[in-house]
């Protein structure tokens, strides 16, 4: 009877042990696979200046998904036909995006304010914001925060 006592007790404490861990999160908070870089503190985050902040109209040719850095996930890209060529523009997260009300397609005619950057030695816009008719889907602050990280902010 003792034996079964302590079979019981240990199959009682592993259960236990088990189901705790699984419900709990990991040290340090969550933590989503490729969000590092999607961060003002990240090095990707870190080329939104707010001096080179310009606005550009322009039709959009392309949108696709697009990973700047390795370890990060998806982006939405675009690339915007303007009367002085085309552009590829940054928006954000594909995780972010897909979730908004306003969705950017191809042939659609937009207004982008962002900040231009050299990216992997070309030019390119990481927006800001995206006006599309009445509607504007804002991405970052002034300073270039992200919208989608203003969570942490308090």
């Given at each position: ?34 969000s590092c870089g999607w961060s003002t503190s990240g090095q ?79 030019p390119a816009i990481i927006a800001a914001n995206v006006r ?23």
């Amino acid at each position: 009877m003792k034996k079964i006592s302590v079979i019981v007790a240990v199959v009682v404490i592993v259960t236990t042990s088990m189901l705790t861990e699984s419900f709990s999160q990991p040290k340090g908070g969550m933590k989503w696979k490729g969000s590092c870089g999607w961060s003002t503190s990240g090095q990707y985050g870190r080329l939104f200046d707010p001096a080179t902040v310009e606005t550009l109209h322009g039709e959009v040719t392309n949108v696709d998904i697009f990973i700047p850095q390795k370890g990060m996930s998806g982006g939405v890209h675009l690339t915007l036909k303007t009367d002085k060529g085309e552009i590829p523009v940054h928006l954000g997260p594909a995780w972010y995006i897909e979730n908004q009300e306003i969705a950017i397609e191809q042939n659609d005619m937009i207004e982008v304010k962002g900040s231009r950057i050299n990216f992997e030695g070309k030019p390119a816009i990481i927006a800001a914001n995206v006006r599309k008719g009445d509607a504007v889907l804002t991405l970052r602050d002034e300073k270039g925060t992200p919208v989608w990280s203003g969570w942490r902010r308090k």
